[in-house]
C-alpha cells in the first residue's frame, strides 16, 4: 500500500526564518514520482515540483529546496527567507507506476508566515 | 484555454438533496478525476475515469456517483447528500500515461459544498 505522512500539522514563522517541511512516503514500487503543492488561502492547488525515484539529487528553484532521501523515504522542502505570501497549506504526494495515475496525499502542513 | 473547470463554485444543500458537480477539461485528456479534501486529511481520490465511457471507484467511493459520457465531461453526483459529504470537491485531469512515465495533473479551482 501506498502512504503519505506529513507529521506537522501547523508550522508558525517569522518572516526570514527558515521552515522545513517533512514528507516520509512509503510504497512499495521501485519506479515513482513525488511532489509538492501550494494551496494558498484562495484554495486552488499550485503544482511546485515533481521528482522520480530514479533522481535523487537535490534541487533549488530560488527560496524553495527540495532534499529527495531514498534511504530514508523523506522527501523534505526548504523555503528559505521565508515571507508572508508562503503562507499556505503544503501537500505532499505520490504517484506509483500501478496506480492508473491516481495521487495519494499526505494531509498537509499549514505554514503561517507573520511579519 | 480555460484548463479544468468546475461548476458550481459554492453550493448549499439539505441532507437527502441531490446534486451534480460538472468537471470539464478542453486539454483532451484521457484521465480524470475527482477528489475531497477534508481538514487534516489531504485530498482522497473518490472515483476516476481512465476514458469516455469508463469510471472506477477510488478511495472514498460510497454515496457518490460518476458519469464519463463526453470525453472532456467527468460529472459527480450525490444522490441523496449527508453532512459528512461537506467537503471541498477537486476534479483533475491528466493525459494518458506511456508506461511507467507520469503525466501531471492539471487541477480546477474546487468547489466548496455544504450539507446542513
Known amino acids: 500500500a501506498q502512504k503519505v505522512t506529513q507529521a506537522q500539522t501547523e508550522i508558525s514563522v517569522v518572516e526570514k526564518e527558515d521552515v522545513t517541511l517533512d514528507c516520509v512516503y512509503e510504497t512499495r514500487d521501485t519506479t515513482y514520482y513525488l511532489f509538492w503543492y501550494k494551496q494558498p488561502p484562495s484554495g486552488e492547488l499550485v503544482f511546485l515540483i515533481r521528482r522520480n525515484s530514479f533522481d535523487e539529487q537535490n534541487e533549488i528553484s530560488g527560496r524553495y529546496s527540495w532534499n529527495f532521501q531514498k534511504s530514508t523515504s523523506s522527501f523534505n522542502f526548504t523555503i528559505t527567507a521565508s515571507q508572508v505570501v508562503d503562507s499556505a497549506v503544503y501537500f505532499c504526494a505520490l504517484y506509483t507506476t500501478d496506480s492508473w495515475g491516481k495521487l495519494q496525499f499526505g494531509a498537509g502542513t499549514q505554514v503561517v508566515v507573520t511579519p | 484555454n480555460a484548463g479544468v473547470t468546475q461548476t458550481p463554485k459554492f453550493r448549499v444543500l439539505k441532507t437527502g438533496q441531490s446534486m451534480t458537480l460538472l468537471c470539464a477539461q478542453d486539454m483532451n485528456h484521457e484521465y480524470m478525476y475527482w477528489y475531497r479534501q477534508d481538514p487534516g486529511m489531504g485530498l482522497r481520490l473518490i472515483h476516476y475515469?481512465?476514458?469516455?465511457?469508463?469510471?472506477a471507484k477510488g478511495e472514498v467511493p460510497d454515496g457518490y456517483n460518476v458519469s464519463r459520457l463526453k470525453k472532456q465531461n467527468f460529472l459527480l453526483g450525490l444522490e441523496s447528500a449527508a453532512p459528512s459529504q461537506t467537503s471541498v470537491y477537486f476534479c483533475?485531469?491528466?493525459?494518458?500515461?506511456?508506461?511507467?512515465?507520469?503525466?501531471?495533473?492539471?487541477f480546477g479551482p474546487g468547489t466548496r459544498l455544504t450539507v446542513l
Open positions: 475515469s481512465v476514458g469516455e465511457g469508463t469510471t
Open positions: 483533475a485531469s491528466s493525459s494518458r500515461r506511456t508506461g511507467t512515465l507520469y503525466n501531471e495533473q492539471f
